[in-house]
Each structure stands twice: as structure tokens, then as C-alpha cells.
């Protein structure tokens, strides 16, 4: 569809050729004691698939797996029938032993791709159209739905006359930015691989010997030994970045039309803004989680308070000036301190960067839309019914 329409597609497509095997067999002798949901599997003998290695991931433990083979994408692409596909599987387990039932087998390619522009005219992509990438990260769903939740408020509202069309827009210049740092993320986490095998001397290839020296040469007692042992673990430290990379998931910040920045100095990311999470209330932030207590005593967190297709004003115990305007705006309001949303723990206190009296607008997708860090001499329908008509594009409010 993407193309169909002509959206600019930036990127490589078919960079690299792989196969899944979904298949059912007892591994439990060699995964129950080490339970995992994916294993990274090297082994010197595999005859398909380059050097040998290949990745088992755990559908259903120990007894329903997907395997992951590559091929080369420059030959015509393999014919894998059920006989081909039970000898990859013993080739890269390495236990013929075992009764291995196929279920399916499937070819697919790694590409580099994404749109720089997500609509056109009446059009609108997301997912897979205008992101593509490996499963690397494991960003794909997620990329997609939070695509999803951007657009479908945005076209609730402009169609039902409460926003303008101009809030269409607002949704290239948001998730655009995101799907190609996803796309670019999880092809470097792909290629990251790279530095395991030249720290194991097998790069130039995956020959038996090859594998079998390179892992002899890491095992040996000597300097290379000590050598290659410590490349080995900077190489295996950088996968960090594909399976602990909390800040590509949550450090988004939304920059566009439907986001009113304040007049706070730009951010210091005081770690790798990558691995780790840094929450904020930032306009264009996700707005930050934090646990309350709710009138029973249960826990409840602040990303429960917002959303279900509405804006909401988030404030605190001493915001009840925000609260009625609110509710002559007909908005949601929150008032963290009160019976019902209590900050038992002080995490919010902790993360807010905001005085009692301050104010978030949060939009129904959970991303700030404006804040006032502290209060405001008066007027506060005036504020938030002029940033209600910024954010939404509209020069009047709806009758």
C-alpha cells in the first residue's frame, strides 16, 4: 500500500535472506536446566546457514519451538521441505536422537527500510508499510500500535469536527521519526553480531575447523587467549543494546503541531539514552509512570489515570483551580493527592518536576501535549481552552 500511493521509501530492501522452522521436539535435557525464551545456538558441523549459527526460540516450553536459519540472498532462495527442515534442526541442535515434528516452514528477507512521509491524501500507512526491519529489539508490534494509538484519536477527533485538519499532519512528523530509529536500531543490533564473530576468529567464515580453532583459540591459557577472551565480552556487552534497550522503547518525544514545548533548557540525558529509560513530563513525552494507592489501598499507576480516548489534566493536590476549569472545558481531571489517587510512595513527586499547583494536559494517546510547572495567576479556562484550540488545530472550540 505504501508504495501504491507513492510514500518515499528510504532504506535497503532484501539486504539478507532467513527461514523459520516452527517445529515440535522434547529439548528439555539441554534447555531445562538454563530456561530461557531464546537461545543464540554455535555450532561447528552445521552445514546450512554460513558459520553455523542460527537462533531456537521457545514457543511453548521444552516441547514447541521456532527455529531461525539464514540463507544466502544472492542464490535463488532454498526449498525447504519437511526432510531439509528436520535435518536443520538436528544439524543446528545437534542431537539426532531426537523426534522432531515440522509444522511449517517459511522464507523471509531482512530489510532496512521506512517512509519518511506516512500519508497521502485521504491515506493513511502504519506498521509494517512504512517500517520494515528484522525481529531484532522486538519492536515491531509495539512500533505498530503505538502508530495505531497516534493516528486513531487524531481521525476520531477531526472527524467528529472537534479538530482540525491540520492535526492530521501531526502524524508523519511524530511517528516517522521513531519508525526509522526502530528500523535503523534493529539492523544494528543484527549486525552487532559481527564483533562475536571476530573476537571467536571466525569472520571470514564458517568453516568447521574454523569454528572449532576460533573457539580453541578463546579456551587457550596464553596472552591471545586472555586476548580474545576480553574481545569476547565487549562483543557479547554490545547485545545489550538489542535485548536491554529500555530507552529506544520509552525515550520517545514527540516534536509537532500537537505538542506545545515550554520554555524549559533542552534535555541532559544523564545515561545512554538508548539502554536506559528516562522518564519525563516534558511536553511530546510519554507521561511517565508512577505508582499511586488507590481509596482500597491497591496500587495503581499513573498511565491508569489517563487515556480511553480523552484528554486529561493532571494535577496536584493543590490544583483545584485546574480541576474546574477542567470540568467547565469537559475534561478529565486528576488531582494526584486526593483519596482515590494517592502518592503513597512519592514516586510521583519524584518524576513529575512539577509544583502541586502545576498542570499537565495529557493527550488521549498518553504523550503530554503541554505543561505548567507551576501555577498561573488566573484565567486557567483561558489557558487551557487556548492550548486545547493550538493542539487541535482548530480555531474555534466545537459548539
Not at 521457545?58 to 526432510?83: F, H, K, N
Not at 529489539?137 to 472537534?162: F, P
Amino acid at each position: 500500500m505504501a508504495e501504491q500511493i507513492g510514500l518515499p521509501i528510504a532504506g535497503q530492501s532484501g539486504k539478507a535472506g532467513s527461514m523459520n522452522i516452527v517445529f515440535r521436539a522434547d529439548l528439555s535435557r539441554h534447555v531445562a536446566h538454563r530456561p530461557s525464551v531464546l537461545y543464540w545456538v554455535m555450532r561447528p558441523g552445521a552445514h546450512l546457514g554460513g558459520i553455523g549459527m542460527g537462533l531456537v526460540r521457545m514457543v511453548r516450553p521444552w516441547d514447541e519451538w521456532l527455529l531461525t536459519w539464514g540463507y544466502d540472498i544472492d542464490q535463488p532462495p532454498p526449498e525447504v521441505d519437511e526432510a531439509t527442515a528436520r535435518d536443520i534442526v538436528h544439524d543446528l541442535v545437534g542431537d539426532t536422537t531426537i523426534d522432531v515434528e515440522i509444522t511449517s516452514t517459511s522464507l523471509w528477507t531482512v530489510n532496512h527500510s521506512y517512509a519518511t512521509e506516512y500519508s497521502r491524501g485521504r491515506v493513511f500507512c502504519a506498521g509494517d508499510a512504512v517500517h520494515r526491519h528484522p525481529p531484532s529489539n522486538g519492536l515491531g508490534s509495539n512500533t505498530s500500535i503505538q502508530d495505531s494509538y497516534n493516528l486513531a484519536w487524531k481521525l476520531a477527533m477531526v472527524l467528529r469536527g472537534e479538530a482540525g485538519p491540520g492535526l492530521l499532519d501531526t502524524y508523519t512528523a511524530e511517528r516517522a521519526p521513531v519508525g526509522r530509529q526502530i528500523v535503523d536500531r534493529a539492523n544494528l543490533s543484527r549486525d552487532q553480531f559481527g564483533p562475536i564473530f571476530a573476537a571467536l576468529g571466525i569472520a571470514g567464515g564458517g568453516d568447521d575447523e574454523g569454528i572449532v580453532a576460533g573457539l580453541a583459540a578463546c579456551r587457550a591459557d596464553d596472552a591471545e587467549g586472555v586476548k580474545r577472551r576480553q574481545a569476547l565480552h565487549e562483543a557479547i556487552e554490545l547485545k545489550n543494546y538489542e535485548f536491554n534497550a529500555h530507552g529506544v522503547e520509552l525515550n520517545q518525544r514527540y516534536s509537532s503541531g500537537a505538542v506545545i514545548p515550554d520554555d524549559a533548557p533542552p534535555e541532559v540525558w544523564e545515561r545512554d539514552p538508548e539502554l536506559f529509560h528516562q522518564p519525563t513530563t516534558r511536553p511530546g513525552a510519554k507521561l511517565p509512570h508512577a505508582w499511586l494507592v488507590d481509596e482500597h489501598g491497591e496500587r495503581l499507576s499513573t498511565l491508569d489515570l489517563v487515556g480511553r480516548g480523552e484528554f486529561t489534566v493532571v494535577t496536584g493536590l493543590a490544583g483545584g483551580a485546574w480541576v474546574s476549569a477542567a470540568e467547565e472545558l469537559s475534561l478529565r481531571a486528576v488531582r494526584i493527592g486526593d483519596a482515590g489517587v494517592r502518592d503513597a510512595y512519592g514516586d510521583w513527586r519524584r518524576v513529575s518536576d512539577l509544583d502541586e499547583a502545576g498542570c499537565l494536559l495529557v493527550r488521549p494517546d498518553g504523550h503530554v501535549a503541554w505543561r505548567s510547572v507551576s501555577d498561573v495567576p488566573s484565567g486557567h479556562v483561558g489557558v487551557l481552552r487556548d492550548v486545547l484550540n493550538r493542539v487541535l488545530h482548530r480555531k474555534f472550540p466545537p459548539s
